[in-house]
């Protein structure tokens, strides 16, 4: 993919599928790029809901489950994706920010044997949920079910996002939820920021990125849960960990913090419990 006259273009030459909305104003700079959750039930009913003037809320890109993209409006122009917002002191992110929205149906409520959306009353099953907090609930708040996003359309996300971030040297990735905490949950525990987010800043050869856990979390001998936990598992949440290697979702880090008796512990974790430290 390449990106010409602030629209997406396939490899073989040919645009990608672009439905222009409305919901969009003036030109732009972009400087972060926002990643959101759509909390629809396909990737169509979104776009055309974002095509509807009623909705009053459109991003630049939609991707579907089966990684199939949708643009509906020039990376260039305003849409209407973040709402009231704010980051490091400056207010309403649309102006200076490109959105993109994942199709997924966001948060799940237990409902009877069944993990139901309170948006579409759609079932989803148990394999699709994952069962976590939000990273701003309060201690003590109950975790509820949050629908899992596809690999492919995580794939197609990151190349996209990496893409973006070169031709528009944007400065950072940020989640809804991270410029309007409190009225947004987007994109959620089930999306993996840390990993993504290392994987399109890249980072200096001289820079440790340091990471904490976020929940008790398992140190592997191997990239995966078939692989045995080390001694010293699990983390308790809130260990400080640096990131050496990654490979997809999986993380080889080196536990900074002595646990559980045992120091210099490195191994392999999943990075969903992983979130970048303070
Ligand atoms: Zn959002």
Redesign the pocket.
């Known amino acids: 993919m390449k990106i010409q006259n602030h629209r997406l273009i396939a490899d073989d030459g040919t645009p990608v599928r672009y439905v222009e909305t409305p919901n969009k104003s003036g030109l732009m700079t972009p400087e972060y790029l ?4 759509t ?1 629809g039930s396909s990737a169509e009913g979104s776009v055309s809901w974002m095509c509807n003037p009623a909705a009053k809320a459109a ?1 630049h890109l939609v991707i579907g489950r089966d990684g199939s993209l949708t643009q509906l409006a020039p990376f260039n122009r305003v849409t209407w ?3 009231k917002s704010e980051w490091e002191g400056r207010s309403g992110l649309n102006g200076f920010s490109i ?1 993109i ?1 994942l199709d997924n149906a966001g948060k799940l409520e237990r409902v009877g044997n069944r993990w139901i959306s309170a948006v579409s009353k759609r079932a989803y099953p148990d394999d699709d949920v994952l069962v976590a907090n939000h990273k701003h609930d309060r201690p003590g708040t109950p975790p509820i079910g949050w629908h899992e996003y596809s690999e492919a359309q995580l794939e197609v996300a990151a190349q996209v996002g990496l893409l973006l971030m070169e031709k528009y040297a944007l400065k950072d990735v940020l989640g ?2 991270d410029i ?1 905490p409190g009225r ?1 949950a ?2 959620g525990p089930a999306f993996p920021m840390a990993s993504f987010r290392a994987r399109l800043m890249g980072r200096a050869d001289d820079e440790v990125d340091h990471y904490v856990t976020t929940s008790a979390l398992n140190v592997r001998a191997g990239p995966g849960t078939e692989f045995a936990a080390l001694p010293g598992s699990p983390l308790p949440a809130g260990t400080r960990v640096a990131l050496l290697e990654q490979q997809g979702l999986w993380w080889r880090v080196d536990v900074l913090d002595t646990v559980s008796g045992v120091m210099d512990l490195v191994g392999w974790c999943h990075s969903r419990y992983i979130a970048r430290g303070s």
């Open positions: 926002v990643m959101h959750y909390a991003a994706h973040a709402g959105g929205e809804h939820e309007a947004k987007d994109p």
